[in-house]
T-cell receptor, first 112, second 115 residues
Framework: QKEVEQDPGPLSVPEGAIVSLNCTYSNSAFQYFMWYRQYSRKGPELLMYTYSSGNKEDGRFTAQVDKSSKYISLFIRDSQPSDSATYLCAMSARAAGNKLTFGGGTRVLVKP | GAVVSQHPSWVICKSGTSVKIECRSL??????MFWYRQFPKQSLMLMAT?????????EQGVEKDKFLINHASLTLSTLTVTSAHPEDSSFYICSVWLAGFYEQYFGPGTRLTVT
């Protein structure tokens, strides 16, 4: 079993819909949680990061962390075709030297 | 966030030759950089942690004599793929970790094709 599980998709939604992404993990030591967006043949771009449990909002993006359930989510409101990309969750534990453990990524397609 | 560059963005080399990839942190001093490899339709796989002024730490299964890492300054880390083979063809990405923060910022990646 992988440390971080993420549905590979593809997830297809119409423009303007809410995109809902999530990851589950098994390592209770993870404290820092990040979401990255990666376009084809490009490096990952940091979208959101949170520490421990709670919610964080930034523009159209909302990240949620539920450490008790070992479950994190990313919501994208008013989705646009330009949001079509692969979304990667990543997490780390301070004791692990800030190494990131990635989910497999979810491919999202927003249709005009 | 930090701005990270990589050079070259794409390189083609012949089997048996060596290739050097540069990773630069343009606006922050980075004591720690990471090198990842990504195969098509797969997630990122950490290869090694590059620490300025000291030897890199390699992940299990990564050949340190094949993937040479040099972090000679606070803004530059290099990855040299020695005696490259077609199976080394991949997308290589570096990231910068900023002390006092928890997130990492990634470079645009380097596509290596070994013929």
């Amino acid at each position: 079993q992988k440390e971080v599980e993420q549905d590979p998709g593809p997830l297809s939604v119409p423009e303007g819909a809410i995109v809902s992404l999530n990851c589950t993990y098994s390592n209770s030591a993870f404290q820092y949680f990040m979401w990255y967006r990666q376009y084809s043949r490009k490096g990952p771009e940091l979208l959101m990061y949170t520490y421990s449990s709670g919610n964080k909002e930034d523009g159209r993006f909302t990240a949620q962390v539920d450490k008790s359930s070992k479950y994190i989510s990313l919501f994208i409101r008013d989705s646009q075709p330009s949001d079509s990309a692969t979304y990667l969750c990543a997490m780390s534990a301070r004791a692990a030297g800030n190494k990131l453990t990635f989910g497999g990524g979810t491919r999202v397609l927003v249709k005009p | 966030g930090a701005v990270v560059s990589q050079h070259p963005s794409w390189v083609i080399c012949k089997s048996g030759t060596s290739v050097k990839i540069e990773c630069r942190s343009l606006d922050f001093q980075a004591t720690t950089m990471f090198w990842y490899r990504q195969f098509p339709k797969q997630s990122l796989m950490l290869m090694a942690t590059s620490n300025e002024g000291s030897k890199a730490t390699y992940e299990q299964g990564v050949e340190k004599d094949k993937f040479l890492i040099n972090h000679a300054s606070l803004t530059l880390s290099t990855l040299t793929v020695t005696s490259a083979h077609p199976e080394d063809s991949s997308f290589y990405i570096c990231s910068v970790w900023l002390a006092g923060f928890y997130e990492q910022y990634f470079g645009p990646g380097t596509r290596l094709t070994v013929t």
